[in-house]
């Protein structure tokens, strides 16, 4: 089974991409490591504090979160980094081009049930034009050029694409070293499976009702099959799951709090996604528009989710065309 550094190096990654990635994976070990020790690290439960977005911190998110931007800034290849950890970006060398953000781990509430979480990770060049601080990073999705994921389940998987298809990669615990295990991901463009918080069902706009609705009628309503539902509350293993057999994920914008209509991250959630799934064959929109356009307007600013096999979001995209109303996310 062939390694990493060849396989990117066979792609044509610079060597320098080629160490910030490395550089992510050697932070990631430390963190499977951590995980699959459980309690035994000491590293379980919540801190005292929240992230900017108000949200409870989970130990691991910090020690995450220092792992990946310490090792970062260590290169000396890294301009800055974007957390969803850190209120503001973070400087490296004013020398070094590449920008990168992260999740440091998503789908933290599965810390504390032994369930799967994930890093993810967004890689970015320094713009041409003046920039310092957030401004490095208000860039659409279509400038990234490396992201993925790292998935922390019974096995440590590394999922990314510079543009050049979609990898993952195997952590091999006995050699401590990522060996490529599909070279080539593609999603079914069809599928019969879906993914959705359902308990916030009554807070969807009128078009996600109406789609989900004729979901569930299965062979009785218009879709004329049966749908089946999954919900890891982890995105890197609801994306996964999709990645590998199919399936549309959704975390819509909703009219919950008119202050937070979406949930999801745009820059370290919503874009490494994107990229990863257009370049398996699959899309990703709002409903509205497709996610790797959006011009960003801060780094934590959060996005409606639609993804997955192409047919099937096409498919629901007809349900926002045919049921035209409001946008929560509207500005
Ligand atoms: O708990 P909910 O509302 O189902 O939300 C689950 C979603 O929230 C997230 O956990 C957010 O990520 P973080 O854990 O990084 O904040 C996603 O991974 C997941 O899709
Ligand atoms: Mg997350
Ligand atoms: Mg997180």
């Known amino acids: ?89 973070v400087m490296g060398n004013p020398d070094a081009k590449y920008l990168v953000a992260y999740d440091p781990l998503d789908g933290s509430s599965n810390i504390d049930i032994n369930g799967s979480v994930g890093t993810i990770f967004s890689i970015l060049e320094k713009p041409d034009h003046p920039a310092e601080g957030t401004e490095l990073f208000l860039q659409t999705g279509d400038e990234q050029i490396a992201a993925g994921y790292i998935l922390y389940g019974p096995s440590t998987l590394l999922v990314m694409t510079t543009g050049n298809g979609v990898r993952v990669f195997t952590l091999d615990h006995t050699v401590g070293e990522f060996l490529l295990t599909v070279d080539t991901v593609t999603i079914p463009q069809e599928t019969q499976e879906f993914a959705i918080n359902m308990s916030n069902q009554r807070h969807w706009t009128t078009p996600m009702q109406k789609y989900i609705d004729d979901l569930l009628r299965g062979t009785e309503g218009p879709r004329a099959k049966n749908f089946n539902m999954r919900w890891n509350a982890a995105m890197v293993s609801d994306v996964h799951r999709v990645l590998t057999r199919s399936g549309i994920f959704t975390y819509p914008a909703d009219l919950r709090n008119p202050d937070k209509p979406c949930k999801l991250r745009l820059m370290y959630e919503a874009n490494p996604m994107s990229f990863l799934m257009e370049q398996a064959g699959g899309r990703a929109t709002t409903g509205y528009e497709r996610i790797m356009s959006i011009q960003p307007e801060h780094i934590h600013q959060r996005v409606s989710v639609i993804m997955g096999s192409r047919k099937e979001v096409d498919t629901c995209l007809t349900y926002f065309k045919k049921y035209p109303c409001n946008r929560p996310d509207a500005k």
Not at 3 to 16: F, G
């Open 1 to 89: 089974m062939q390694r990493l550094i060849p396989v990117l190096n066979s792609d044509h990654v610079p060597l320098h991409l080629i160490s910030v990635i490395n550089t992510l994976l050697t932070a990631a070990k430390e963190i499977s490591h951590r995980l699959h020790q459980g309690s035994l690290a000491g590293t379980l439960g919540s801190t005292l504090d929240a992230n900017i977005q108000g949200e409870v911190q989970k130990k691991l998110d910090v020690v995450s979160n220092q792992l990946i931007k310490n090792m970062l800034l260590e290169t000396q290849l890294v301009h800055a980094v974007a957390s969803e950890e850190e209120d503001e970006v």
